[in-house]
Every structure is written in structure tokens, then in C-alpha cells.
């Protein structure tokens, strides 16, 4: 009784009370000899029985409550575990991905060391494993496919519909000695667990334990939840991977089923789906064979996704093609595609590039709405096509522009879609960096190597958004000569530059080449038409021809007769030392039926990372104004100083008009600047008369003469041994 004391005189026994109950007793005893226990000594052993009960108690309740507190965090981290494992299988999108969700929560989720997951193949008869971790590597082959009938675990948890639990080592090895021996390093004990999903079986999953473990039930049950989450997670990848086969065929069936041949061009093109939709997407390609032997080639991007989006790709991509076959440029083409997209419902903002190719011009004609810029590549440099850009299409925005751009033999371009340079949590300007050296990498191999060497790069890379690409080569063959025939006038020596450029950059010319010719032939071709003739009518001919590989040859022709050069050339006799400096060899060949002057100059080996003609990605509101055309001359008056800038190209054509004009914007001021920064060619016509109107201007007022170091102006200068600084300086003094 909790009131009860038992007390003979040589012991007492009294209860543990707690809380209305006894907990135990206390029995306290004296040897033989003492003295008895008395009343008083009871009621004492009492008050210790109540307060050792009391102290129990509250023992007992820690004690339980800190049974409670392990258990809840326990079962919170599992919980915890067990969300991330759902999370991480609801991410998944592949039986690959599954796997590797499932074996990589396992450990923190019931302290696993390894395991498999395998799946039954079509027709029943063999597991397949998907994923695994543990596997003895003499094992690792022969695991790989498992016969449904073979002596192991996972194949009999499949045979038989129920999990199979092996508590220990030798139990394992006795009933399952192959599956057994697969995990001989990792394994003890193991848990296989058939995945059953829909009422359909699956395959199964092992789970293999370092230690013996007896599997208390709700270890079994967490197992088994873990098991249906797999199985619920295979049966929406292998849903997902139908839907996304459904979706890739839709949208491969609306893109061209084959590619144009055209002579002298290689075209290949990709589109590749972006790995974590099943929806169509809206990004196409097309390449159109034009009746001039031209080839028309296209890329576009529907904003959207889905049927949608798929529908308006499909009109676009459509009309397009109806509006390039005619021939139309590509900036008439992109506008009336523009047009026809204001009545095509979500075609707003729809970006799109279209290109022109022409392999025996060796020219591109380009415009682009709203599209990322087109990609050159030639001999290992890259530049971006930025020029022939405007706004998207049916948004209200700027027309596209066309560009031309010449393209030397072996030279590719690619147009691609954003999904190419565009990646969740990197800038935009690295990913126009790492495409650009993709295509570099994979550019050895033609369009279609170029093409499965992006791929390759994109899916190594992680999730991307759909890529369509197309990528035309223009083949490495011979520039054919260019040959004029013109009359002996200074109107045609901007004719004579502009069409040499064009076949220079054919030929594959740097722009150090193309200066240096354009400025050796322009003093030929100038001579010839200030000397020769006398004043009366000629022509003149200029010829540009490679009769090898990396050399220009060009020739100056006429059929008049030059005059002797003067005893005291003064300012004049530049044009022939010009020629010497820039090119490796000049012949001059006077007889009395014409002279003929031959130049020769090899080109120099491209190669690198830098890219040619432009730099990466330019900033087209930072460009500078066009340095070419006809010279140009601007006029700022503050009092009495006069600041002159001078602009483009000052031959012997305009040279007069252009002196006429500085002195006009001259007259009057005491203090003059005059800057050749601007100025983008001169000829020797042109040193000359600048030479004497800087003398003039200098005798009249302080004179300033500007070009800056790295300009053509200041180059052209030096050429003939003449510092800009010293062209302020007056005349010196006739000699005695």
C-alpha cells in the first residue's frame, strides 16, 4: 500500500510514491546486534520512500521525454529526407534520372552503401539495370542485363510481386548467391523491392545495407514508400518520354524533310528540342534554292510554345518561302513577312534572319528582325554579322535594313536560334563567347560536322532551350579575275577602289591587304588618268588576278604615253614610292604603246581566335560614322577660329573641291585647325594639294594639323615621309 510501512526491528520496507501510484518500494535492513527500528525511524524511511519516488518519476519523465525528442527528429529528418527524395524523383525525366534520384537519397534515407535499379525490357524476359551503385567491377558487365528467372533478388521480388527482405550475409548468399556476389564488396544485407505502378510492374529496386539488418516495420514501410515514389516517378518518365517524341516528331514534320543543292555551297542544319519540355516549340530553319543559283537560307523564333506556337511557325515559315522564291531581297522578304504576321494571331515579336548566298560573287546579303546575329567563320577567326538588323516582326518597330557582306572562299556562316547563347544564370555576352568558340572547335568539319559538334557541346552542357541551326560553307575555290575597262577620268578612280574591295575581300584579303592595294592601285590607276592622255580621251585598265594561292597580282594598264618626270619634282613624284612602300614588287613597264605597272603582294596566313573585317558583338550605337565615300568637309566657326574636319576618301577627283572648300571655311580666321582624322584615303593628288594648302593656310594664321597615329591619314602621310605636326609649318624659303 502506498501508505503502508512494514517495520520489524531489523528492517523497513517502504513504497516509492509518485503521482497516486508506487513506483517500487524501499527496503531498508539492520545487522544482528543493532538497535531496532523504531516509530521514529519509520516515518523517516517513509519521507525518503516519497521523495526517491518523486525523484524517479521525474527521471522516468526525462528520460521519456528525450525518447520523444530523438524520435521526432528522426522522424522529422526522414521526412525531410523523404521530401528531397520526392522532389528530386519529380525532377527526374528519365528511368537514368530516376535511378540516379532514388540511389542517391537512399543513403540519408535509410543508410544504404550501394544498390541497383533495373526495369524489364519490352518483352518481359530481362531486367535491364538503369542505375547502379556498389557493383563489384568483375561483376559490372555480366550484372548489366538479368534474366527473369535468374537466381536474384530483384529479378524473384519481379517474379513474385513482393518485397524480398535478406537480413544478413549468409541468408543472402544461400537463397540469392548471384545477386549476392554483385555487391560482395559493399553488401551485407539488402532490401528488394518490386516497382509497381498503374497495376503494372515495372522492374525493381535493391537496396543494399553495410551491416545485418533485421528491417523493423517502419524501416519496411519507409522502404516500400520510397519503392512506390519510384515507381510513380518511372511511369511519368517513360509518359514524358512519349509526349516528347509525340512533340519532336510534330515539330521535325514542320521543318524542310531535306536540304537544297546548290553548286559551290555545303549546307547542313539541326534542330534540337530543349530537353526539359515536351511541348513544340516554335524555332525553324529553312533553305531555299533561288532561280538565279542563288541559295536563300532562314532561322526563326515564335515566342511561345505549344500547338500555338507551332501553327504560327508553320505560316510563317510558309510565307517566307513563297516571298524568297520570287527573288526579293532579304529586306523586301522580312517585310512582307512582317506584314503578314500583323494578321496572324501571337506572330507578334516573332524574330527571324534571312540571307541571300551568292557562291559566284562569293557575297551574302543579310537582314534580320530582331534576331541574334548572324556567325562568319573563316580560316579559324569569327565575326558577328551585327549590320541589317531591325525590329521584330508585326511590332510596330524599324524594318530590317540589308547588309552585304563579302565572303571569302571557304568561309561559313551560321545562323542559329537564342536558345544557342542563351543559358539560365550566365550573361549573354558569355554565351555569344562560348558559341563563337564552339563553332570554331567544330567548323574543320564542314556544316554537318559543325552542326553535330554544337549539338554535342549544347547537350554536354546541361538543359538548354531549343536550337535550330543551319550552317552553308562557300567552297575554297579560285576568285575569278576581275577586269575594268574604263575611261581615263578621275570620276572613275572611287569606281576602280570600290569594285577592287569587293574582290579583295573575296580573295580573302585582311584589311591591312585590302588598304595597301586599294592605295598601290589607286596611284596607278591615277597616274593613268592624270598623265597619260595629255588632255585627251583614253582608258585606263585595272586587272586583279591570283595566279597562286595567297597572291594578289593586279595590273594598271593604258595606251597613252606619261610625261618625262619633271628635274625639280617639288611636291609631286609620290605616287611610285607609295606603291614600293605597300606592295612586295612593282614593275613599270613604259613603251610607246602604254604603260602597264604590275603589283604584287602575298597575303598573309589567317588564323587564331581574333575574328576578322569587325570585332566580337560591336556596340552599334558606339559604332563610328562611315569613314568611306566621297571627301567630305565640315565647318565649325567660333570668332576667329575655324576648326576643319575633313571625312572619307580625297582623290584626284575631288581633291580641288575639297581645298576649295577648306580655304572658303578658312577665310578670315587667324587660328585653324585642321583635322584629318576622318579621313579614310588619300592619294598622292591628294598629299600634294593638301601639302600646298596647309603651306598656304600656315602663311595666313597659326595652323593645327590633327590625324591621329593609328589613322589612314596619318599612314598615307608617313608613306611619303611626312610627319601631320610639320604640315603647319610655312613654306621654307625659295632657294638663292
Do not use: K
Not at 531486367?127 to 547502379?132: D, Y
Not at 524473384?156 to 554483385?182: F, K, M, S, T
Not at 614593275?587 to 602575298?602: I, N, S
Amino acid at each position: 500500500p502506498l501508505d503502508g510501512v512494514s517495520a520489524p526491528g531489523d528492517a523497513i520496507v517502504v513504497p516509492l510514491p509518485a503521482r497516486g501510484r508506487s513506483l517500487g518500494s524501499l527496503a531498508l535492513a539492520r545487522g544482528p546486534g543493532r538497535r531496532p527500528f523504531d516509530a521514529d525511524d519509520a516515518a523517516l524511511a517513509a519521507e525518503l520512500g516519497r521523495r526517491v519516488g518523486v525523484s524517479v518519476d521525474n527521471a522516468r519523465l526525462l528520460e521519456r521525454e528525450r525518447a520523444a525528442r530523438a524520435a521526432a527528429e528522426v522522424a522529422e529528418r526522414r521526412a525531410s529526407q523523404m521530401q528531397s527524395l520526392t522532389a528530386a524523383l519529380s525532377g527526374a525525366l528519365t528511368p537514368e534520372q530516376v535511378a540516379d534520384a532514388i540511389l542517391g537519397h537512399a543513403e540519408g534515407l535509410q543508410g544504404a552503401s550501394g544498390g541497383a535499379l533495373a526495369l524489364l525490357d519490352e518483352d518481359g524476359a530481362l531486367l535491364r539495370i538503369t542505375g547502379s551503385r556498389g557493383v563489384a567491377d568483375s561483376e559490372e558487365e555480366s550484372f548489366a542485363l538479368v534474366p527473369l528467372d535468374a537466381p536474384v533478388a530483384l529479378a524473384a521480388a519481379v517474379r513474385e510481386g513482393r518485397p524480398i527482405w535478406l537480413p544478413d550475409r549468409d541468408e543472402w548468399e544461400q537463397r540469392y548467391p548471384v545477386g549476392a556476389a554483385a555487391f560482395a564488396q559493399s553488401g551485407v544485407s539488402s532490401a528488394n523491392l518490386p516497382l509497381i505502378a498503374a497495376g503494372r510492374t515495372l522492374g525493381a529496386l535493391e537496396l543494399v545495407f553495410p551491416t545485418a539488418r533485421r528491417f523493423t516495420p517502419s524501416e519496411r514501410a519507409e522502404a516500400l514508400a520510397a519503392a512506390q515514389q519510384c515507381a510513380q516517378a518511372l511511369e511519368r518518365a517513360r509518359l514524358y518520354a512519349a509526349e516528347h517524341h509525340l512533340a519532336e516528331t510534330l515539330q521535325r514534320s514542320l521543318l524542310p524533310p531535306r536540304l537544297p543543292a546548290v553548286a559551290d555551297l555545303d549546307v547542313a542544319a539541326r534542330y534540337e528540342p530543349a530537353v526539359h519540355e515536351i511541348a513544340v516549340g516554335g524555332d525553324w530553319y529553312d533553305a531555299i534554292e533561288l532561280p538565279d543559283g542563288r541559295l536563300g537560307v532562314a532561322v526563326g523564333d515564335v515566342v511561345g510554345r505549344g500547338a500555338p506556337a507551332a501553327a504560327v511557325m508553320g505560316q510563317l515559315r510558309s510565307a517566307l518561302r513563297a516571298y524568297a522564291s520570287d527573288g526579293a531581297s532579304p529586306a523586301q522578304v522580312l517585310a512582307a513577312l512582317s506584314r503578314f504576321a500583323e494578321g496572324v494571331e501571337d506572330a507578334r515579336l516573332t524574330t527571324a534572319c534571312y540571307a541571300q548566298l551568292d557562291p559566284v560573287g562569293g557575297v551574302v546579303r543579310i537582314a534580320s528582325a530582331g534576331h541574334p546575329p548572324a556567325l562568319l567563320h573563316h580560316d579559324g577567326r569569327t565575326v558577328w554579322l551585327t549590320e541589317g538588323r531591325g525590329a521584330p516582326l508585326a511590332s510596330g518597330g524599324p524594318a530590317a535594313p540589308e547588309a552585304v557582306v563579302v565572303v571569302p572562299p571557304g568561309s561559313t556562316l551560321v545562323l542559329y536560334t537564342d536558345g544557342a547563347v542563351e543559358r539560365r544564370g550566365r550573361r549573354l555576352e558569355e554565351g555569344f563567347a562560348t558559341f563563337a568558340s564552339i563553332v570554331r572547335e567544330g567548323a574543320g568539319g564542314g556544316p554537318e560536322g559543325l552542326c553535330a559538334h554544337v549539338v554535342r557541346r549544347l547537350l554536354s552542357a546541361g538543359p538548354h532551350d531549343d536550337v535550330a541551326m543551319l550552317a552553308v560553307r562557300v567552297a575554297a575555290r579560285p576568285v575569278p579575275p576581275i577586269v575594268l575597262d574604263l575611261p581615263a577620268e578621275p570620276a572613275v578612280l572611287t569606281r576602280i577602289r570600290r569594285d577592287a574591295r569587293l574582290w579583295l575581300r573575296a580573295a580573302g584579303a585582311t584589311d591591312e591587304v585590302v588598304r595597301d592595294v586599294l592605295l598601290a592601285v589607286g596611284e596607278a590607276a591615277a597616274n593613268a588618268v592624270e598623265h597619260a592622255y595629255a588632255g585627251g580621251e583614253g582608258t585606263v585598265r585595272v586587272e586583279l588576278r591570283q595566279e597562286r594561292p595567297g597572291e594578289v597580282i593586279a595590273e594598271v594598264a593604258d595606251r597613252g604615253t606619261w610625261r618625262p618626270p619633271a628635274a625639280e619634282p617639288g611636291d609631286r613624284g609620290h605616287g611610285i614610292g607609295l606603291m614600293h612602300q605597300v606592295m612586295d614588287a612593282v614593275d613599270l613597264d613604259a613603251g610607246p604603246d602604254g604603260t602597264r605597272v604590275t603589283l604584287r603582294l602575298a597575303l598573309p596566313a589567317a588564323g587564331g581566335d581574333e575574328p576578322f573585317g569587325a570585332p566580337p558583338m560591336p556596340d552599334p550605337a558606339a559604332a563610328p560614322a562611315a569613314l568611306d565615300g566621297p571627301g567630305r568637309v565640315a565647318v565649325a566657326r567660333r570668332g576667329l577660329r575655324a576648326r576643319i574636319s575633313l571625312a572619307g576618301e580625297i582623290d584626284l577627283a575631288g581633291v580641288a573641291d575639297v581645298v576649295t572648300r577648306v580655304r572658303d571655311g578658312a577665310q578670315g580666321a587667324d587660328d585653324v585647325v585642321l583635322d584629318l582624322a576622318r579621313v579614310a584615303y588619300m592619294d598622292s593628288a591628294a598629299i600634294r594639294g593638301l601639302l600646298e594648302l596647309a603651306r598656304e593656310l600656315a602663311a595666313a594664321a597659326r595652323l593645327e594639323v590633327l590625324a591621329p597615329p593609328a589613322s589612314p591619314a596619318a599612314r598615307h602621310l608617313a608613306l611619303v615621309g611626312l610627319d601631320p605636326a610639320g604640315l603647319g609649318a610655312p613654306a621654307p624659303p625659295a632657294p638663292v
